[in-house]
Structures are given as structure tokens and as C-alpha cells.
Nanobody
């Protein structure tokens, strides 16, 4: 069984920064994709950023230049550095992992419980 646990959410003023972290636990051999989604009240969950094992990253247009994703494959962790935060970044942020190999089983995907990020003055 695989668990994803996020940390680092909170309340920050516009223009501020936060760093989210996520660790995947279990008998994990490798993870193909790790990333972050977010869901604001009344809106659909959307991709924020993800990174494949080989290093390529993908960002939502709304966060390009402000957010940076990084992962440590050896530790099965992924982080999201969020700078120049805006009120519209307010949402619950979910850690996500896809293609989780725990021999002999491969899990298609797994989600964390979510962490609240609120950007407000």
C-alpha cells in the first residue's frame, strides 16, 4: 500500500511564499510521475505542476515563473516552491503520484489528503 502525505500549507499574504512537501511511503521501487493538483471552492481540480522520473516538468500557465517543482527520486518526495502568491492561488493542494511500482504490484495512481493554502491579506 502507498501513502502520500503533504505538509507545508498555511496562510500567507499576497506576494508571499510557501513551500509544500510530499513524501510517498510504502515498499516503493519507483514512481513515474509526481506532482501537485489544486482545487478551489466551486472549481474542478486542476494540475499545478508535475515532474516525470527523468526530470521533465510541466506547469499550468497560471503558475509558470512563480512555482517550481522538484523531486527526489531516491526519497520518493516532491516539493512545490510557490513564490509571488496571489489570492487566486487559494485552494486545497493535493500531492499526486502516478505509475507507482511496488513489486510485484504497480499502482496506477495515488493521492494525498490535501493541504490548504490560503493567500489573503
Amino acid at each position: 500500500q502507498v501513502q502520500l502525505v503533504e505538509s507545508g500549507g498555511g496562510l500567507v499574504q499576497p506576494g508571499g511564499s510557501l513551500r509544500l512537501s510530499c513524501v510517498a511511503s510504502g515498499s516503493i521501487f519507483s514512481i513515474n510521475v509526481m506532482g501537485w493538483y489544486r482545487q478551489a471552492p466551486g472549481k474542478q481540480r486542476e494540475l499545478v505542476a508535475d515532474q516525470i522520473r527523468g526530470g521533465n516538468t510541466n506547469y499550468a500557465d497560471s503558475v509558470k515563473g512563480r512555482f517550481t517543482i522538484s523531486r527526489d527520486n531516491a526519497k520518493n518526495t516532491v516539493a512545490l516552491q510557490m513564490n509571488s502568491l496571489k489570492p487566486e492561488d487559494t485552494a486545497v493542494y493535493y500531492c499526486y503520484a502516478q505509475g507507482i511500482r511496488t513489486p510485484p504490484v504497480t499502482y496506477a495512481n495515488s493521492w494525498g489528503q490535501g493541504t490548504q493554502v490560503t493567500v489573503s491579506s
